[in-house]
């Protein structure tokens, strides 16, 4: 019996060094688990690290003092309704500390029964499971950020640059991110200023009656943000943190936490992309470099905007320079086709004076009858007539130039006698030789 005794102290001894230096949390509760039951009948002290809570504070208590607006109801009834039916539970919720803060709670409960099968009570085994929550939730932040980026990229490298495409791109990435508006404002002229350029918000949110701020002024409120921006710097963080004349900016808008960027195009500061928060506070500082990433394709796709503008305007100056040259070379047409025509009018009427004379001197000097003995003058009229008949010719020839331009003079092929027509060309200069030799 003593034996006995000092067997059992011992494995008690154990049972106590093993529970209290575990790392694990240990919560014991009775069997009863209706409400205001199961009471807290054992706690370890890895148990009250965790909660926060002193030993004495739980023991008696009920489980559910550790619940909050985040806890998973679904799960604790799926927990009750196992530990009804005497099965072991395993899942996860959110529980909340002393202090009011919450952590990620992973559980294995367990009924612990007598000899005969009866419960006597429940065993659970927690463990804080924050870290590891966060850490997923990071890689899944990521994977959607990722997943935005890929979807903003496709659509801003369209060929379209309207407007259109870049507020469906917000739109998009919207989605993958944690914000529920997005916006940009654009700088003035001289940078002094900045104006709301394009906006985007949740569809899911009622942001109808929220007030927009339209345009801020940096030399006011706001130069802190001109000298980060214009020096490629941004400003992250929640609201209660900023300058008190920042943060009308925000309180119109209803924002907790915010992020701002600066936007550059062609290397000039354009102006800045805003990520608002409207439901959370916490700021995930790591996720800075996809967003800013994000903004860089805006940049691209303005830049791009702003070529293919320039582009269109050089285009239309061009069509226009051609249009005016077009209409010059059509209008020295016209003023060539009326000299051609004026040309043509005048050869023609010269043609009629010109014939009209001929004709009578070649008709007379045919008829004219002189005596034979008389053979240098018959000569002198021969030659009249002959040189009259060439000049003839010769007009005919000039009108047939207009011929020749307009591709209507016929050539004709005739054999002539060369000896006959260089004598004939003599007779007919050899007049006006002889007056000029005895000059």
């Known amino acids: 019996m003593e034996r006995d005794l000092t ?8 049972y106590e060094i093993l529970v209290n230096q575990i790392s694990d949390s240990i919560l014991v509760t009775d069997a009863q ?12 002290p890895a148990f009250c690290k965790m909660t926060g809570y002193s030993k004495a504070e739980l023991i008696g208590q009920t489980p559910r003092i550790l ?29 909340y500390k002393k202090d009011g803060g919450s952590y990620n709670v992973e559980w294995h409960i367990s009924a612990i029964r007598d000899s005969s099968g009866k419960i006597l009570c429940f065993i659970s085994i927690q463990r804080d499971i924050t870290e590891k929550v966060k850490k997923g939730e990071s890689v899944t932040r990521h994977l959607r950020l990722e997943m935005g980026i890929t979807s903003a990229t496709q659509i801003l490298l369209s060929t379209s640059v309207e407007l259109k495409i870049l507020k469906y791109a917000m739109e ?7 914000s529920e508006r997005l916006y940009l404002f654009k700088n003035s002229e001289n940078a002094d200023s900045a104006e709301l350029y394009l906006e985007v918000s949740d569809p899911s949110l009622d942001t109808s009656e929220i007030p927009t701020t339209q ?18 710097g941004y400003l992250q963080g929640n609201v209660s943190e900023f300058p008190e004349n920042e943060k009308k900016f925000f309180n119109q808008r209803e ?41 860089d394709l805006i940049s691209v796709f303005l830049e791009r905007k702003n070529v293919l503008e320039e582009l ?24 060539a086709e009326k000299a051609n025509n004026a040309k043509s009018e005048f050869l023609a009427n010269m043609s009629h004076e010109l014939r009209t004379p001929l004709n009578s001197i070649i008709g007379f000097s045919r008829l004219m009858q002189l005596p034979m003995e008389m053979e240098k003058e018959n000569k002198y009229k021969d030659l009249i007539f002959h040189s009259g008949v060439h000049l003839l010719n010769i007009i005919n020839d000039i009108l047939d130039l207009s011929r020749i331009e307009a591709g209507k003079l016929v050539l004709n092929e005739s054999d002539f006698d060369l000896k006959e027509l260089i004598s004939t060309s003599i007779e007919m200069i050899l007049g006006e030789a002889i007056t000029k030799k005895s000059e």
Not at 7 to 14: A, G, I, Q, R, V
Not at 33 to 44: Q, Y
């Open 7 to 14: 067997n059992f102290e011992h494995s008690h001894e154990l």
């Open 33 to 44: 688990l209706e409400s205001p039951g199961p009471k807290i009948i054992f706690v370890n």
């Open 67 to 95: 619940q909050g607006p985040l806890t998973n109801q679904k799960t604790m009834r799926d927990l009750k309704r196992s530990l009804t039916q005497g099965k072991d539970f395993l899942g996860e919720t959110i529980n």
């Open 172 to 178: 998009q990435f919207l989605v993958f991110v944690d």
């Open 215 to 232: 345009l801020i002024t940096y030399k006011e409120d706001y130069i802190r943000w001109k000298k980060i921006f214009s020096s490629g």
């Open 255 to 295: 924002a907790r936490s915010v992020t701002l960027i600066p936007l550059f195009v062609s290397n000039e500061w354009f102006g800045f992309a805003g990520f608002e928060n409207l439901k959370a506070i916490n700021v995930i500082k790591e996720e800075i470099f996809t967003i800013r990433t994000f903004v």
């Open 312 to 335: 269109k305007v050089h285009r239309e100056k061009l069509e226009v320079l051609v249009n005016q040259r077009t209409e010059e070379l059509n209008l020295q047409k016209e003023m």
